[in-house]
């Protein structure tokens, strides 16, 4: 089986990567009327960004390209529109990463389609390979350091899907727990590893 690359994502990187993208977006003296937060992964992103901005309004849609962790399911497609008053608006579309960038550029072509007066976009991490960049990344992550990336609002899904792909039939916790930290360099709790295959 083959198992991921893994980096895990603690909350003062989610901190600074909003910090940073705070500082470059009121440097370049362009603050959004309008958050459009891409769900899921990009829905705390994006209140991070309206509560340091001072955005209040805050709208969600679904494009995705990720399904099972780790595995792409395909072309990404726009599962959910987004129905919001964005004529002559500023927005900033946000997701967490762009990694094949796919979901982001299919976003940014739905919103486009809504006529706003201004578009940008934002992730916390862009991944170099992406056919897609934003106008504001929180940190480049080159192709040679690609990794999963397992951010604090998706740990437990990520650790079911990955503890269930490590586990032999019975599940040993210890040797699942072990087969995360050498193959997936996810060094995480043994108890997590336990209560995530309870959950799979």
């Known amino acids: 089986m ?6 895990l994502v603690s909350w003062e990187m989610v901190e600074r990567w909003s910090d940073r993208l705070e500082e470059l977006i009121r440097g370049a003296d362009r603050i959004p009327g309008v958050l459009v937060g891409l769900t899921r992964g990009g829905w705390v992103p994006s209140r991070m960004l309206a509560d340091r901005l001072g955005v209040k309004k805050l709208y969600a849609l ?17 599962t959910e529109s987004l129905h919001a008053p964005l004529q002559g608006e500023k927005v900033l579309v946000v997701d967490d990463i762009t990694d094949t960038g796919e979901s982001l550029a299919l976003a940014e072509e739905h919103v486009s389609s809504l006529r706003p007066g201004r578009l940008e976009s934002a992730t916390f991490l862009h991944l170099t390979h992406s056919k897609f960049r934003p106008t504001y990344v929180g940190e480049e992550v080159p192709r040679e350091r690609w990794a999963w990336f397992v951010f604090p609002w998706n740990y437990w899904e990520d650790l079911r899907v990955l503890s269930r792909q490590a586990a032999g039939s019975p599940a040993d916790v210890s040797a699942v727990r072990e087969t995360l930290r050498e193959r997936c360099h996810l060094d995480v709790p043994l108890e997590d590893v336990r209560r995530a295959l309870q959950g799979a």
């Open 2 to 7: 083959e198992l991921p690359r893994c980096e």
């Open 62 to 78: 679904r494009a995705q390209h990720w399904g099972i962790t780790a595995t792409p399911d395909g072309k990404a497609e726009l």
